[in-house]
């Protein structure tokens, strides 16, 4: 796949270095390098966020999120206040958590995760208020951060930031809408999960693994790093 983005990749590499009549054994371990944003110093990261939309027909769906930030593994969850006045079909409730990146002038959008809101489908009901939890995948993912630096006297900002749209499906013609909500991911979990995976860490002691490469091929992509992660 050819990447057409910016992007900054670290490895080691190992080599040991054989008789000459031997070929030299080589690996390649990726590094994931990320900066720590503890949620408790972050503005929006244990406060609520609200949201609210409606569409032509008078749908409205309002709400907010519990808490505005999360990590890796954690659950977002969010509040949502449904007003159907007509009693209109609502076909689904989609919600996606999406990463952009930025490098200078180049953006970059990731899907993290797309899942339906159970129980919704085909939902013609006047109103309805329930809690969902939507859980953020246990894999490596940059925190929300912005960097400056300089190049040849000009500012470069690289960022990562994330959004959880809704998209609410209505039976007819132009009745869909969409929502956005900004999500601050972390690195630091609050203070009892901080312990609890403290604990879980402690009887478990990974293994260190990665692919083996050729020496002189190019770093290992973003997706083997995530593909190794998951393992």
């Known amino acids: 796949m050819t990447i057409t983005y910016p992007y900054v990749k670290y490895y080691t590499r190992v080599v040991l270095d054989k008789p000459w009549y031997k070929p030299n054994a080589k690996q390649v371990y990726p590094l994931t390098i990320f900066p720590r944003v503890n949620l408790y110093h972050v503005p929006g990261g244990q406060q609520p966020v609200a ?33 159907n006045p007509k009693r209109t079909e609502i076909k689904k409730i989609e919600a996606t958590l999406i990463q952009h990146r930025q490098v200078a002038r180049s953006c970059h959008a990731e899907i993290i995760f797309r899942t339906d809101f159970p129980d919704l489908r085909e939902f013609n009901a006047a109103e309805l208020q329930r809690t969902f939890d939507l859980v953020v995948p246990s894999v490596c993912l940059s925190p929300t951060y912005t960097y400056l630096t300089q190049s040849h006297n000009s500012p470069i900002e690289i960022s990562i930031r994330y959004e959880l749209v809704l998209d609410i499906k209505v039976r007819g013609f132009h009745t869909d809408f969409t929502i956005s909500v900004p999500v601050v991911l972390g690195t630091e979990p609050t203070t009892n999960e901080q312990q609890q995976r403290q604990m879980n860490n402690a009887n478990e002691m990974p293994i260190a693994r990665a692919p083996v490469f050729t020496y002189g091929e190019p770093s290992p992509s973003y997706e083997t790093v995530v593909a190794y992660q998951k393992m």
């Open 51 to 83: 949201f609210s939309n409606e569409n032509r027909k008078k749908i409205r769906l309002q709400g907010y999120l519990i808490r505005g930030g999360v990590v890796p593994g954690e659950k977002l969850t969010i509040q949502i206040d449904l007003h």
